[in-house]
């Protein structure tokens, strides 16, 4: 993983680089206009969110089953990285509601289950953070619960009554936008990737330094 | 019913009208007193706003952009700062048991 750092750092750059000029450019959308371009940032956000809940509670899983301890470090940097990501979409949500519904904040399905999947991943660090000996299993526990989510969460649009669009809005883009909106999720992506290295990294790094600590007592 | 048939014809139909009228009264409040029910008055279309009621979307949009700069930057850093901090306790602890291990072989 190593090698790929530099590759990865060059791709993130590069793709955050253009990303602004490429929004710029895209059409505007005919009924909400100029503030719809928060788009390209919210949904990839919320994509990565997602994806890095998935391999939080993956990972999780198999610190769980397998007594796999280098998952568990994958897990914590997938939990961290989903609070991170989910802090995006929260804050750059209600920035876009307050223009296009009139408000900040509505309580209905895709809001509030997304709210809801944030605090697991939340009280996951803090358990983790705080949960003395023994919360590691506890935290991998709640991040498979918070992995079962993400299903209800991406759903939930298309359940219940909302005023959120519906998960039928992406595939239907029109071109022009289709074009930048899938380019700002492999910037997005890319982005992922490289975190959760970097963020495993340091977690592998802490586990070699607590071994050094036991040695340095014997 | 002997009773009510005493009181008279008169105050027997305005004592029904009065019975009739009270327990209408709930429906009738609920129902529109002519034209468009409140709500539907009190809908006006976002772009038919007068212009100093309309919000402006630039300030949102770079508020929504700025803040993902700002917290991929922050965070970036608190890992380069947090790898730092493990990678430098590292070196610490390492030249600390190699002092030890040379000073227990000198011995």
Redesign the interface.
């Known amino acids: 993983m190593n090698r790929s750092y530099p590759f990865l750092v060059l791709a993130a750059i590069a793709l955050f680089a253009a990303a602004p000029a490429m929004v710029d450019a895209a059409p505007y959308e005919s009924t909400m206009g100029l503030v719809q371009k928060i788009f390209y940032y919210h949904v990839p956000s919320a994509m990565v969110m997602f994806l890095s809940a998935l391999v939080c509670g993956v990972a999780s899983g198999l610190y769980l089953f397998r007594k796999n301890t280098a998952a568990d470090r994958w897990a914590t940097a997938a939990a961290e990285l989903t609070v991170v990501f989910g802090l995006i979409v929260l804050v750059t949500g209600p920035l876009w509601a307050r223009k296009a519904w009139g408000v900040w904040w509505q309580w209905d399905a895709r809001l509030t289950s997304t709210l809801l999947m944030w605090m697991i991943f939340a009280a996951y660090l803090l358990v983790r953070r705080f949960g003395g000996p023994g919360a590691e299993k506890l935290a991998a526990a709640m991040a498979v619960f918070g992995m079962a989510n993400v299903p209800f969460v991406y759903i939930s649009v298309n359940i219940w009554r909302t005023i959120h669009p519906t998960t039928r809005v992406v595939p239907t883009l029109a071109p022009g936008m289709r074009e930048v909106f899938w380019f700002a999720v492999l910037a997005f992506m890319v982005l992922f990737a490289l975190l959760l290295a970097l963020r495993a990294r340091l977690e592998a790094r802490r586990a070699a330094l607590e071994d050094l600590y036991l040695l340095a007592d014997e | 019913m002997a009773w009510f048939r005493s009181l008279g014809p008169r105050l027997m139909v305005l004592l029904t009208v009065v019975l009739v009228l009270s327990a209408a009264a709930p429906i009738l409040a609920q129902a529109p007193q002519g034209g468009a029910p409140p709500a539907q008055e009190e809908f006006v279309p ?1 772009k038919d706003l007068p212009q100093q009621e309309q ?1 402006p ?2 300030p ?2 770079l ?3 700025g ?2 700069w700002a ?2 930057l922050v ?2 850093w608190t ?1 380069w700062r ?2 730092g901090k ?2 430098r ?2 070196r610490d ?2 030249a ?2 190699k002092g ?1 291990g040379s000073g227990e072989g000198r011995m």
Request: no cysteine; aromatic share 12%.
């Open positions: 976002v919000l979307g630039g949102l949009v508020a929504a952009y803040f993902v917290v991929l965070y970036v890992i947090r790898l493990v990678e306790e590292m602890l390492a600390r048991l030890q």
